[in-house]
């Protein structure tokens, strides 16, 4: 079974850490997500807490790789 989208259809991006408010991932895994493998989603989805304290403190994230 495919892992569902996070999105929630906020779409407003933080200058800072270049993360969506809504669903905490970048523009590069927004657009790549239905190209992406169950696993690397699934990673993506598992780093949501550090990802919304990183939003919460304003410090860019670290790049994402695939």
Not at 3 to 26: A, N, Q
């Amino acid at each position: 079974m495919a892992v569902k989208s996070p999105c929630i259809e906020v779409c407003t991006f933080d200058g800072k850490t270049g993360l969506c408010v809504g669903c905490l991932r970048t523009l590069d895994e927004i657009r790549g997500w239905k190209k992406m493998t169950d696993h690397r989603r699934h990673q993506i989805l598992n780093e949501r807490p550090r990802r919304q304290a990183k939003l919460a403190r304003g410090t860019p994230a670290p790049s994402s790789t695939a």
